[in-house]
């Protein structure tokens, strides 16, 4: 439930995209990189929170996102 702002966030900054597994990897992978040392979870009260799991899952979808000839969206072509 923490990462669902960021995933929407992210979801909504990425139009066509499909969440499948590595979106949520690297949901947790954004809530583990805001949670301090010592601690199970991240401070709720942290601004940045759904920034960062937000900045991760857009990375993770736009790596997911292929053309139909099996490029990447940011792939030059040839």
């Known amino acids: ?4 702002p ?18 949520f990897h690297a949901c ?3 809530l ?3 949670t301090p040392p ?6 709720l009260h942290n601004p940045t929170l759904p ?3 937000a900045t991760a899952a857009s990375r ?3 790596r997911g996102m292929r053309h139909d000839d099996g490029r990447s969206v940011g792939d ?3």
């Not at 439930?1 to 669902?4: C, H």
């Not at 960021?6 to 979106?23: C, H, K, Q």
């Open 1 to 4: 439930m923490l990462a669902l």
């Open 6 to 23: 960021g995933l929407f966030r992210a979801i909504a900054s990425n139009p066509g995209a499909r969440v499948e597994i590595p979106a």
């Open 28 to 30: 947790a992978l954004g």
């Open 32 to 34: 583990v990189a805001t």
């Open 38 to 43: 010592r601690r199970l979870l991240p401070n």
């Open 51 to 53: 920034y960062q799991v």
């Open 60 to 62: 993770a979808l736009h």
């Open 76 to 78: 030059v072509a040839p």
